[in-house]
């Protein structure tokens, strides 16, 4: 059995990034990966200008506060003023440029205006409220590095430069179809042995989440015949093919047969609770993943493994989740013999608790935890340890 570890790097060696791009405008590229790197044609801010409303001297002008200065111009955002005769003030506003022969800007709390003059109440420091030209983005910086996921703030820094657009890789393809004769798709009423697709509904949010194109094929029964049928539709359909059931060793389990049917399985079980049985392939030229049935090791396995693996498929460079060291609140006594992921909440008290059942088919502690904790074969937690985290920051989206 592969360790968690060896499943992942496996993973992420197989994972080779779409090339294909296309051009979006920087309002449509949430959630998108730039594929090549933007670099900024002018200074950011593109002259030196006010940090506050209040009033531009020349420091050297103001040697005791209490100093009477007349007002000579007046300059507002979006224009600029002239250079600053010696001995008078400027009144000035947030984001305007700053004068020539100015070096400092007052706040108008320090200031008192009197007729056409003002009174400033505080010794200035050169460079006082100052926002320099080019502190935020020098000309011909890289703002943006090809493989980032393009987030708000990217999206904001990307227009901060004037990019209209952005070069991004196309959107990868990802077909998923869900194994169980239990199967009932929510809005129908559950016959006796039946339960709801809540794997679909995981899955539909992780993928769009991600920015794939998703490609649902639904529910597919459990016989060889129509897991065959269901995987070759989806191989030829898509980059990737996720599923989730069927997987393990039942009678009805029909999927890793079917891979081995129509291609090739190249990794199966990992050793971690939950999600054991994962498995790995390849057919006809598509990736093929699949997840346990049970919702919790379904949902747990496309956090830790899935989601690096396609981020690294749709082009990305930074793939890989962080882990914090948190404190925990709560015993756990009996060591493992497999790597545990335990659904925790990050508390008030900055310390962790632990959902009551950590069942793998109780998607409850899934909603209810804000991350993983990470526990090595035979690890026991004692009230106080610390512990590594996984915050769900880190896994979704
Ligand atoms: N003898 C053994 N039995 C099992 C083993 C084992 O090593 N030896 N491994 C267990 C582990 S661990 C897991 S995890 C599960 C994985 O099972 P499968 O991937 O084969 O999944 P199924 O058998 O089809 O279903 C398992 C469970 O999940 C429910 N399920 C399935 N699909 C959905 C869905 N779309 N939405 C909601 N719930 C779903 C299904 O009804 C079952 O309860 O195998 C153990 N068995
Ligand atoms: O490893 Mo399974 O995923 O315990 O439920
Ligand atoms: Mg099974």
Sequence with gaps: MLSADQLLDALLERAHGVTETETVSVTD??????????????????????AMDGYAVRAADVVVAGV???VSQRILAGTVGSPLQPGTAARIFTGAPVPPGANAVLMQEYCATEGESVVINKLPQPGENIRHAGEDIELGAQVLAAGTRLGAAEMGLAASVGLAELPVFRKLKVACFFTGDELVTPGAPLLPGQIYNSNRYTLTGLLNGLGCELIDLGIVPDTLEA??????????????????????????DYVKVAVEKLGR???WKVAMKPGKPLVYGRVNGADFIGLPGNPVSAFVTFCLFVRPFLLKRMGASDVLYRAFVVQADFAWTKPGVRREFLRAQLQANGKLALFPNQGSGVLTSCAWADGLIDLEVGQTVQAGDWVRFIPFSELLA
């Design 29 to 50: 590229a949430l959630g998108r990966v730039l594929a090549a790197p933007q670099t900024s044609a002018i200074t950011v801010p593109p002259l030196d200008n006010s």
């Design 227 to 252: 897991t065959e049928a269901a995987l070759a539709r989806a191989a030829s359909l898509a980059d990737v093919v996720i599923t989730s059931g069927g997987v393990s060793v039942g009678e009805a």
């Design 68 to 70: 009477r200065l007349p």
């Design 265 to 267: 399985v190249e990794m």
